[in-house]
């Protein structure tokens, strides 16, 4: 239901980040519940990530294997193309996000369908998919307990693995009653089993079945699920017809490196050692097979995403596995909630990726600012991808592409001083204490003035702490930063000679 | 709309499928022209292949694994019996059709479980062998079925997981549509961990590969209202590992 009319409630009405947090942080169960889940999932992520021990081994085994693949990503996608071919499924590529929607829309309408089962895709949801569908008269309905609730409201996805977390049960009841035509309690069992059956009569009844794409296996042509409900099981399993939609940079070499990836994300996205589904679908039902689907098609989507191969600075957003960890542990997504991210991903990973598959930093650039830069995303992150600084990149580039004041461009160039020394840092932040005597009022910061404007022209600053986080964690930044360095100097080198050699090409900003 | 007759379909697919070969080709040079380099036309060196080295060779005793294993299943919901042979497993499951007075159940068709005569040792129960009729519905048998039962491929104990291989006569409905799910484990089938499960089908290839692999953890669960764990949402919602041997 996220088509171009904006849908109305919690959901992102605004038009910048500024005005949408302020419908967030208005909304006090909202703030309660998004502090709650992302609390009790960090928490999960925590505990699961030191009971399997050498995380960080296991983290940085994750990375190489996504740094390789998507640095030969023409070599593995084109195999996965081919063996998924000679598995019998139909493989399409879609460069945009109109040509995937075109794609999925024929299949439908040759399909003669009526209905279409849907299991959760963040694909689906950046392609607008089941607003389209409705304009041909086919139903789209979400089949994932929490997207089905919000598709019921009307709504966007506010978190990318609990997509109604901003919604109480009385709420879900009121909901549920409506669909139903009697009135339900507000009790999970009640109204998880209402749903239950439900979405049995609907995946019974529906001619498609069309799911996203955790990983796809380059080797075998195989393509990966990661779920607990079983939704995305009868999405494969009954429906005669089944799409799926990947993004181009789901790949990875085999299924011995899906061990990597399944040891990596259930972990960081619940705390499970393993989601209680993990499928493997490896082309359509054999001629003997008495279920799944008779027809089955892969389309490839780009829709941006190649815009960051080649690029030093944003390339790694491509590892990303789409756990949500760092939206977890990110301390501004835990006070504003997903919604006023305003595109389809939210928190620190949202922050980056949207701007940079929509190739336009002028419209989104305040995005940017929705982050305290502490680095918390990174250390969450379980491929390892250095957000933070990403945050700060795309800032830079909306100063460079003219969109930043005069005065911003001053900063960025003072930003990027003191951040180049931790010792000019901390001596920045002292100043700061000294400083901000002269902008505190009542205990908060509410000047829009300065160093803080970008921060405070949408939410009060606390005054700094007489003791800052700084102060007690000096070398964290640091270590962070030194350590990213020593990681991948010649894969950084190259990708830095290959935008000199581009630049000087095109003459131009990758992303302006 | 749709064209009716089978031939015009099949046109159709071939046209999009030379369309999509066209594409192809354009979407992997625009790769290789984004990433500065050539075409990369043979396989890299991948040297981070898999789990790390350190990991490889971890193997729990059998004790051990059945221990783990247990622990990690009943932790997220699930149920687990340690059986002396098959023959304790029919008691068993004819037992718990009682228990839960179940009407209707589908077993997959497996020799294992054709050999212990589950249907004679519960008469009062419907049940159903998986595709041993071309003509049933298979799904709808599933679907209806209070119990399902079926005889696992592999397991992992470090995850708690269930493995199974879906073929002509192991449909991947029987362990996703019934309401109860009994799952039998040899238990020379449990191993330590995943990747003793995942790396041999890299090893076997894309051609030995079935349509469908299912790793299943546990019962069905979500915590998508308010938080509240609810069991059992669209997959079964109670399941039994039974370790035999």
Redesign the interface.
């Known amino acids: 239901m996220s088509g171009t009319t904006q849908p109305v409630g919690s959901t992102a009405a605004g038009t910048t980040v500024k005005e949408r947090a302020e419908l967030a942080l208005n909304d006090e169960f909202l703030r309660k519940?998004v502090k709650?889940?992302t609390e009790?999932l960090r928490g999960g992520k925590l505990k699961a990530s030191e009971e399997h021990g050498?995380w960080d081994?296991?983290r940085e085994?994750g990375r190489?294997?996504r740094l390789?693949t998507i640095?030969?990503?023409?070599?593995y996608?084109?195999l996965f193309?081919d063996?998924a071919?000679?598995?019998g499924v139909?493989?399409?590529?879609a460069?945009t996000a109109a040509e995937a929607v075109k794609l999925s829309l024929a299949i439908a309408?040759?399909?003669?369908a009526k209905s279409v089962v849907k299991s959760k895709s963040m694909v689906t949801e950046e392609l607008h998919l089941n607003h389209a569908l409705e304009s041909i008269g086919v139903e789209a309905v979400e089949?994932?307990?929490?997207e089905y609730?919000i598709q019921l409201a009307g709504e966007t996805p506010s978190h990318i693995i609990?997509?109604?977390i901003h919604k109480?049960?009385y709420q879900?009841a009121a909901l549920l009653s409506a669909e139903a035509g009697e009135t339900l309690a507000p009790d999970?069992?009640v109204?998880?089993g209402f749903?239950?059956k439900k979405?049995?009569e609907k995946f019974?009844e529906a001619d498609i079945g069309m799911t996203g794409c955790n990983f796809a296996i380059a080797?075998?042509?195989?393509m990966v699920l990661f779920e607990?409900?079983?939704?995305a099981?009868?999405v494969?399993?009954?429906p005669k017809t089944q799409i799926t939609l990947m993004g181009?940079e789901r790949i990875i070499?085999?299924?011995?490196?899906?061990?990597?990836m399944?040891?990596l994300l259930p972990r960081s996205a619940t705390g499970?050692?393993?989601?209680?589904?993990?499928?493997?679908?490896?082309?359509?039902?054999?001629a003997?097979?008495?279920?799944?689907p008779e027809e089955m098609h892969i389309i490839?989507v780009?829709n941006g995403r190649?815009?960051q191969?080649?690029d030093p600075e944003f390339q790694e957003l491509l590892n990303c596995i789409r756990c949500g960890a760092c939206l977890n542990a990110c301390p501004v997504y835990r006070h504003i909630g997903g919604h006023a991210y305003g595109g389809t991903y939210s928190g620190p990973i949202g922050a980056v990726l949207t701007p940079a598959l929509q190739k336009n930093v002028a419209e989104w650039d305040d995005i940017a600012n929705a982050s305290s830069l502490c680095g918390a995303c990174y250390e969450a992150c379980p491929v390892k991808i250095p957000l933070h600084d990403m945050l700060v990149y795309l800032r830079r580039r909306k100063v460079e592409a003219g969109h930043g004041s005069k005065l911003e461009s001053l900063g960025m160039k003072g930003f990027a001083t003191v951040m180049g020394s931790a010792g000019r840092f901390g001596g920045v932040l002292k100043l700061g204490k000294l400083g901000q005597k002269l902008v505190v009022r009542g205990g908060v910061i509410r000047t829009k003035l300065g160093p803080l404007k970008g921060w405070n022209t949408y939410r009060v600053a606390p005054s700094l702490p007489k003791q800052s986080f700084r102060d007690t964690w000096a070398t964290l930044e640091e270590e962070i930063r030194v350590g990213l360095r020593e990681t991948a100097p010649d894969v950084k080198q190259r990708l830095e000679?290959?935008i000199r050699?581009?630049k000087q090409k095109e003459g131009g900003s990758l992303h302006g | 709309m749709a064209e009716t007759g089978m031939g015009s379909h099949r046109d159709w697919l071939a046209q999009l499928e030379s369309e999509s070969r066209a594409k192809q080709q354009a979407f992997m040079d625009g790769i290789a022209t984004k990433l500065g380099r050539p075409r990369v036309t043979s396989a890299p060196a991948h040297p981070f292949r898999g789990a790390p080295d350190f990991w490889n060779g971890f193997e729990w005793p059998l004790e051990e694994r059945i221990e783990r294993f247990t622990d990690n299943f009943k932790s997220v919901g699930g149920h687990v019996e340690r059986l002396a042979d098959m023959e304790a497993v029919k008691r068993f499951i004819a037992a718990k059709a009682v228990e839960l007075k179940a009407r209707y159940a589908v077993r997959q068709n497996q020799p294992e479980l054709a050999a212990i005569g589950l249907e004679e040792a519960m008469p009062e129960v419907r049940f159903a062998v998986w595709n041993t009729d071309r003509e049933e519905h298979w799904m709808a048998r599933a679907a209806e079925a209070d119990i399902g039962v079926m005889l696992v491929d592999h397991a992992a104990a470090y995850t708690g997981s269930l493995a199974v291989l879906s073929s002509k006569d192991t449909g991947r409905s029987v362990s996703l549509l019934p309401t109860v799910l009994i799952a039998v484990v040899p238990i020379e089938r449990l191993h330590t961990r995943l990747g003793e499960i995942l790396v041999p089908f890299d090893e076997a290839g894309r051609e030995a590969l079935p349509a469908g692999i299912h790793f299943i953890s546990g019962p069905s669960r979500s915590a998508d209202i308010e938080n509240d764990l609810t069991i059992g949402v669209h997959g079964p919602g109670i399941v039994y590992a039974l370790l035999v041997g």
């Open positions: 519940a709650f889940t009790r050498n081994d296991w085994r190489q294997i390789h640095a030969h990503l023409d070599y996608l084109n193309a063996n071919r000679a598995n139909h493989v399409h590529f460069h309408e040759r399909n003669d089949t994932d307990l929490g609730i609990i997509p109604a109480n049960r879900i999970t069992t109204l998880a749903v239950r979405l049995r019974l080797e075998t042509g195989s607990n409900e079983g939704n099981r009868m494969t399993t009954v181009m070499p085999s299924w011995s490196d899906l061990e990597v399944a040891t499970q050692k393993l989601t209680v589904y993990m499928s493997g679908i490896t082309g359509p039902r054999r003997a097979d008495a279920d799944g490839i780009d190649s815009n191969l080649g000679a290959v050699e581009r």
